[in-house]
């Protein structure tokens, strides 16, 4: 079977599947993760010293599309793969050994010619595989989309690809989730229509309300889109923006200023209580990952300071939420 042929069989399962329900789901429990990009330039010598430093014990991780773990790191090498059972027990042996754990594998798509699009749905089958072996639970998976692509087509395309997506899930118990970014998922009539397209429970949406701040909307509004999408939250980001008191609650071009006004996750216009107290009212238990990206602000022990306040306030209103 080629690459195109696998995602053809992959949609054409689905009409053997039933309906199922949607609702808000996690790992079960409330913890802070962190992406592994993050652990470096904190002056440690690997990424587990680096997330012992900051306190927190679950990494998400990137893999490329050759199974590769880009960014976990271990002085100047990167060592880890899970591309066959061999790398994967060796990953699993240091998480055990370090006694870390993995929240999610972030796998990032990029769009090509359509005739590629089988590729990707391969390249997600693989993940899926190793994020069982692993007893990772969620696959992260961001679709930006490609420069000049119509509204109309990235629908379509993304549509196909998450719903290829679903017995894959089913099988594995994996849950991929979708994230909204950049200039086509944090627009309602983009991911709207996407998300009430899925049928199975296992896949659904990785929730970054601040990108939706990023892409212009004023802070009030945010917490009616979390109202409308905790239904599809499957995973969570959290990080935050300060934005002047004149721009705050008002319309932005997309990306306006960002860089220069981002701050930690406590100290942004973002309620992160309001909005996890959202999701947890629709069922979402599991984990909320830090993507700070107000770290370029900082030095060495500055950047150290900001990610375990992070770290401590989402734990505050963890603890606030039980």
């Given at each position: 079977?080629?690459?195109?042929?696998?995602?053809?069989?992959?949609?054409?399962?689905?009409?053997?599947?039933?309906?199922?329900?949607?609702?808000?789901?996690?790992?079960?429990?409330?913890?802070?993760?962190?992406?592994?990009?993050?652990?470096?330039?904190?002056?440690?010598?690997?990424?587990?010293?680096?997330?012992?430093?900051?306190?927190?014990?679950?990494?998400?991780?990137?893999?490329?599309?050759?199974?590769?773990?880009?960014?976990?790191?271990?002085?100047?090498?990167?060592?880890?793969?899970?591309?066959?059972?061999?790398?994967?027990?060796?990953?699993?042996?240091?998480?055990?050994?370090?006694?870390?754990?993995?929240?999610?594998?972030?796998?990032?798509?990029?769009?090509?010619?359509?005739?590629?699009?089988?590729?990707?749905?391969?390249?997600l089958v693989q993940a899926a595989e190793a994020a069982k072996d692993l007893g990772?639970?969620?696959?992260?998976?961001?679709?930006?989309?490609?420069?000049?692509?119509?509204?109309d087509e990235y629908i379509a395309r993304t549509t196909k690809l998450l719903l290829a997506l679903e017995p894959i899930a089913d099988k594995t118990g994996i849950v991929f989730a979708m994230e909204n970014l950049q200039r086509f998922n944090n627009r309602k009539e983009i991911l709207e229509p996407i998300l009430k397209a899925l049928k199975s429970p296992r896949v659904g949406l990785a929730l970054d309300i601040t990108n939706m701040y990023w892409y212009g909307y004023p802070v009030e509004q945010l917490y009616g889109f979390a109202e409308l999408y905790a239904p599809y939250v499957r995973y969570v980001h959290a990080k935050n923006e300060k934005y002047p008191e004149d721009k705050k609650n008002t319309q932005r071009e997309p990306g306006w200023e960002y860089s220069k006004y981002a701050t930690s996750v406590r100290e942004g216009d973002v309620d992160f209580r309001r909005i996890l107290a959202i999701l947890a009212k629709a069922g979402y238990r599991g984990p909320v990952t830090i993507e700070d990206d107000s770290l370029g602000h900082h030095e060495v022990e500055g950047k150290k300071k900001v990610l375990q306040d992070d770290a401590k306030f989402l734990r505050e209103i963890f603890a606030e939420l039980k």
């Amino acid at each position: 079977m080629n690459r195109r042929q696998v995602f053809t069989a992959a949609a054409a399962i689905l009409v053997l599947l039933p309906v199922a329900a949607m609702g808000a789901s996690g790992t079960g429990q409330w913890e802070v993760g962190i992406r592994d990009t993050h652990l470096r330039n904190l002056g440690a010598p690997d990424s587990w010293a680096a997330a012992d430093l900051l306190g927190i014990s679950t990494i998400e991780v990137q893999i490329n599309s050759k199974m590769k773990c880009q960014m976990l790191f271990e002085g100047e090498d990167t060592p880890y793969s899970v591309e066959t059972p061999e790398d994967r027990k060796a990953l699993k042996d240091k998480l055990a050994e370090k006694k870390k754990s993995i929240c999610a594998f972030c796998c990032g798509v990029r769009f090509g010619d359509p005739d590629s699009d089988g590729e990707v749905v391969e390249w997600l089958v693989q993940a899926a595989e190793a994020a069982k072996d692993l007893g990772i639970p969620i696959i992260m998976v961001p679709v930006p989309g490609a420069q000049g692509m119509k509204d109309d087509e990235y629908i379509a395309r993304t549509t196909k690809l998450l719903l290829a997506l679903e017995p894959i899930a089913d099988k594995t118990g994996i849950v991929f989730a979708m994230e909204n970014l950049q200039r086509f998922n944090n627009r309602k009539e983009i991911l709207e229509p996407i998300l009430k397209a899925l049928k199975s429970p296992r896949v659904g949406l990785a929730l970054d309300i601040t990108n939706m701040y990023w892409y212009g909307y004023p802070v009030e509004q945010l917490y009616g889109f979390a109202e409308l999408y905790a239904p599809y939250v499957r995973y969570v980001h959290a990080k935050n923006e300060k934005y002047p008191e004149d721009k705050k609650n008002t319309q932005r071009e997309p990306g306006w200023e960002y860089s220069k006004y981002a701050t930690s996750v406590r100290e942004g216009d973002v309620d992160f209580r309001r909005i996890l107290a959202i999701l947890a009212k629709a069922g979402y238990r599991g984990p909320v990952t830090i993507e700070d990206d107000s770290l370029g602000h900082h030095e060495v022990e500055g950047k150290k300071k900001v990610l375990q306040d992070d770290a401590k306030f989402l734990r505050e209103i963890f603890a606030e939420l039980k």
